[in-house]
């Protein structure tokens, strides 16, 4: 089993920034797909960003420019920089992993969410 949690999340003001972090662990061989997804009230869930292992990077067109999805190998840790929030960023934010066990089957695992609130 994979465990992630993820942290990071609060209240900022329109303009303001955060960075949430996601942490794997558990019987881990190699993680291949880290994301970010999010979740408003009332809404679906969606995806915000991914990164592979080998960091090539793809993100929704309304984050564009203002975040950036990361990630640490060594520490099973995956990162979202968001720089100039706006309120229609609200959401919890939600971290997702796909990858091999050590027993050889594979695994895709969520995180609890986060909550981030944009408001002034």
């Known amino acids: 089993q994979v465990h992630l949690v993820d942290s990071g999340g609060g209240l900022v003001q329109p303009g303001g920034s955060l960075r949430l972090s996601c942490a794997a662990s558990?019987?881990?061989?190699?993680?291949?797909?880290m994301a970010w997804y999010r979740q408003a009230p009332g809404k679906q869930r969606e995806l915000v960003a991914h990164?592979?292992?080998?960091?090539?990077?793809n993100y929704a067109d309304y984050v564009k420019g203002r975040f950036t999805i990361s990630r640490d190998n060594a520490k099973n840790t995956v990162y979202l920089q968001m720089n100039s929030l706006k309120p229609e960023d609200t959401a919890v934010y939600y971290c997702?992993?796909?990858?091999?066990?050590?027993?050889?089957?594979?695994?895709?695992?969520w995180g609890q969410g986060t909550q981030v609130t944009v408001s002034s």
């Open positions: 997702n992993a796909g990858g091999l066990l050590r027993e050889g089957t594979g695994f895709g695992s």
């Open positions: 558990g019987s881990i061989f190699s993680i291949s797909t």
């Open positions: 990164i592979t292992s080998s960091g090539t990077t």
